[in-house]
């Protein structure tokens, strides 16, 4: 792969600013609506993040997520973006974000 396919790849941050459930999902996930800001606004999603998150401790976080990817139905819901998360030693997910906090919508560098 080129470097310049990587820069193709539009990795942005925001804040979750909502989020629910998920039971209708084939493995447990949470719905999250994510605030980038500017241009890109208001997102939503799912993730399979229930083992580290409920969804009440998402609101308010940070993530990063890839923003130019096609929607993508999941069952009932239309995922409008990717979250970006790590395995942790069990294969549950632990979300990626910065470690301070920045505007809505900063890219990644």
Do not use: C
Request: glycine share 12%; aromatic share 8%; net charge negative.
């Amino acid at each position: 792969m080129a470097f310049d396919d990587f820069l193709k790849v539009d990795i942005r941050v925001g804040t979750v600013v909502k989020t629910e459930e998920f039971p209708e999902a084939r493995k447990p996930a949470i719905k999250m609506w994510i605030d980038f800001g500017g241009t890109i606004g208001e997102r939503k999603t799912s993730a399979q993040v229930t083992k580290h998150y409920t969804p009440e401790s998402l609101v308010g976080k940070q993530v990063m997520a890839v923003v130019n990817f096609a929607p993508r139905q999941i069952g009932k819901f239309m995922s409008e973006v990717l979250v970006l998360g790590l395995p942790d030693e069990e294969g549950g997910i632990v979300l990626i974000g910065p470690d301070q906090a920045v505007p809505n919508g900063g890219q990644m560098h």
